[in-house]
């Protein structure tokens, strides 16, 4: 596991933080979060809005990859596939990420967003993060 990530989930990950989103479970090559829905997260319809899913496995896969990497370095993301298989009319989703495939230049995972009471799969996303050597300084506050 990466413990520098560790103790800097909840400080570094702002964006997931605007959106309410809570990092559940981390550990080597697995993250989990969570997202409660609001009424300013939705569509005209009233679902979630496609790219606060998006955005909730991004964060996801990220938080999964970077438990790949030495300590001294973090991971972006270089490309997201979303599959949306059905409107997101939980009242809470999960996102469940997952490395299929470490790499030094590129890391592949794949991710599931589901409603959090049914378990019903809403999406399925695979991305790839490329490690990035960052400078201790970079995150002194």
């Known amino acids: 596991m990466n413990q520098f990530y560790e103790e800097r989930k909840n400080e570094k990950q702002s964006f997931l933080t605007a959106l309410g989103g809570k990092l559940e479970k981390i ?3 697995k993250a989990v979060l ?3 829905k609001e009424d300013w997260l939705t569509q005209h319809l009233g679902y979630f809005h496609g790219g606060v899913i998006t955005s909730l496995a ?4 990220g938080a999964a990859a ?3 990497v030495p300590e ?3 991971v972006v993301t270089s490309e997201l596939t979303m599959h949306f298989l059905r409107p997101a009319v939980a009242d809470e ?3 469940t990420a997952e490395v299929i495939k470490p790499g030094k230049q590129l890391i592949i995972v794949e991710c599931s967003v589901t409603d959090k ?3 019903k799969l809403i999406a399925k996303a695979i991305g790839t993060w490329i490690p990035v050597k960052i400078e201790d300084a970079m995150f002194k506050g």
């Open 58 to 61: 991004d964060s996801a896969g």
């Open 66 to 68: 970077v438990t790949m």
């Open 117 to 119: 009471e049914t378990g």
């Open 93 to 95: 989703v999960i996102a």
């Open 72 to 74: 001294n370095y973090q």
């Open 27 to 29: 550990e080597s090559g």
């Open 34 to 36: 969570s997202l409660k």
